[in-house]
């Protein structure tokens, strides 16, 4: 019999706790949505009470996604969880994850609490949170440096308590296969005939991430928290396509499978990678670009004599076709549409006047139009910021024995300026100007350029990511000329910094007004 293994997928929050990684609210709408195609089970949204950004990010994905349970962390605190619910109260499928340490490392230098007061408090809390809604999730943190027979105690209580479902965090990466199958396999014997169900959390800082998550599932875990492309996190989490491929390859061995829709595995990939700006590493399994390149004579030999000899995956399962060539100068409105439908997109009116003058420019630029472009075209599309700076004009000049500078026009808040500035290449000269003109006190942190698709007319795809007192934003740009792509990601992240401290200050003064 094949055990169905739900998937927690916590991109938003654990993931979006990478270095770098942070996304703006219609950026976690756009990545919300592709979860909900891809089909996880639950999605856990942000941590309601960390912040007024987190806070409206659930409130809307609670609002405008449906399908997967919708998900907010919570500290095993009141107020904590309160917010929870305020964020998730319009959601047909809600639940609400609070946690607290179980190991004594946590509770004696972190938490200054006992034992007993700790499981006291989580009984509580989980009691709290249930007054909101029937769907409860407890996590004991670093449950894999807790005693064995304590841990078994909160899993105990907490169920009793009323939590569905009980997640054990491996929160520093600690465990090992072997060891984390023992404990999950001591815990599902605890609670067995209770009804609730055994989850894990696997921090990869051994590089064992998605191995402890499988030893676990092999254990008897019936959910997995897991992220796309793996990030979260120091080393990141067990990341959702190895364990949804893991499972479906290998159904013969763990009997046991998840509702992963998979052939939108590689699509979510180059969504979250380009959202956050974290580049997947060609070798990475599954996604990466490696991933089912054959280079070895004697492989590409087996190959054309039959898949099965080297190919233990197909590409079309997880979604990679070959570059199709969608669209052209000369493809109009109504095709557009019917072609961002076919890749699963539905655009309010706004969005696609938006994406269609995007795609109009493109194809002045390019002979022909891949599903990539296209992604990228809508992705700019809805999560567009307001554009307190915008570009009106760019010329640059450089070349052998040439000094790179830059002339460059700009909108700032409907005013023309313009400036002429140098540095060490074209687009240091841009960027200079640009920092000139804005005044900006922000720095550059990372600077990433690839390739959309492949041939010498790709589009170039930059992503930049800029910090300003302790807020970090990434900015996008594409476009064929590399030197312009520069500049719109640089805009970009300006812009959005901009209306983050927009942002901020709203919701001082919704504060301050209540
Ligand atoms: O790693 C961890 O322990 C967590 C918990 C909040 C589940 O992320
Ligand atoms: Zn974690």
Redesign the pocket.
């Known amino acids: 019999m094949t055990r169905m293994i739900r998937i927690f997928d916590t991109t938003l929050r654990?993931g979006e706790q990478s270095p770098g990684a942070s996304m703006n609210i219609e950026e976690k709408l756009l990545v919300a949505k592709q979860l909900a195609r891809l089909n996880v089970d639950i999605i856990e949204a942000g941590f309601a009470f960390s912040s007024p950004g987190d806070f409206d990010a659930i409130h809307r994905i609670a609002q405008e996604v449906e399908g997967p349970v919708i998900c907010s962390?919570a500290r095993a605190k009141p107020e904590d969880i309160d917010r929870a619910w305020e964020a998730l109260k319009s959601a047909p499928k809600r639940r609400i994850h609070t946690?607290l340490s179980s190991s004594d490392i946590h509770l004696k230098h972190q938490f200054r609490m006992t034992r007993e007061e700790a499981l006291k408090r989580a009984v509580e809390m989980v009691q709290h949170a249930r007054s909101f809604v029937e769907d409860v999730e407890y996590?004991p943190?670093d449950a894999t440096r807790s005693d064995l027979s304590y841990l078994c105690d909160v899993v105990e209580a907490v169920v009793e308590a009323g939590a569905g479902t009980v997640?054990i965090?491996d929160?520093v990466g600690y465990t090992t296969p072997q060891e984390f199958g023992e404990i999950i396999r001591n815990l599902c014997e605890r609670i067995r005939d209770k009804g609730a169900i055994i989850s894990v959390?696997c921090?990869n800082d051994l590089g064992l991430a998605v191995a402890n998550s499988m030893a676990a599932i092999h254990a008897g875990a019936g959910q997995v928290e897991c992220t796309v492309n793996g990030i979260g996190e120091r080393a990141g989490n067990a990341s959702l396509e190895e364990i949804a491929m893991g499972l479906r390859t290998r159904k013969d061995f763990y009997h046991a499978d998840t509702q992963i829709q998979t052939e939108e595995i590689s699509k979510s990939s180059r969504l979250v990678s380009q959202i956050t700006g974290m580049v997947v590493q060609p070798n990475k399994a599954i996604v990466g670009a490696n991933a089912f390149a054959h280079t070895s004579g004697i492989h590409q030999d087996g190959l054309l004599k039959d898949k099965n000899t080297y190919e233990i995956i197909r590409p079309e399962t997880i979604g990679l076709t070959q570059s199709r060539s969608v669209m052209g100068k000369l493809s109009g409105r109504h095709a557009f549409r019917e072609e961002l439908a076919k890749l699963g997109y539905t655009l309010s009116d706004q969005e696609l006047q938006e994406a269609f003058e995007r795609f109009k420019r493109l194809a002045d630029q390019k002979k022909e139009l891949f599903e990539e472009d296209l992604e990228s075209i809508v992705n700019k599309a809805v999560t567009k910021v307001p554009e307190r700076f915008s570009l009106k004009g760019l010329q640059v000049q450089s070349g052998l024995n040439v000094p790179p500078s830059a002339t460059v026009e700009l909108f700032i808040q409907d005013q023309l300026k313009s400036q002429t500035g140098t540095g060490d290449g074209p687009v240091d000269a841009v960027y200079r100007t640009i920092a000139s003109l804005t005044e900006t006190k922000s720095l550059l942190r990372a600077y990433i350029v690839k390739a959309i698709t492949g041939g010498t007319d790709a589009q170039g795809e930059v992503s930049v990511r800029v910090e300003e007192n302790g807020e970090v934003v990434t900015g996008h740009g594409s476009d064929t000329d590399i030197i312009i792509a520069s500049t719109q990601a640089y805009l970009n992240a300006l812009n959005k910094l901009a209306d983050l401290v927009e942002r901020h200050a709203r919701a001082e003064q919704k504060i301050g007004l209540c």
Do not use: A, E
């Open positions: 654990d962390l946690f996590s943190m997640n965090p929160t959390h921090h």
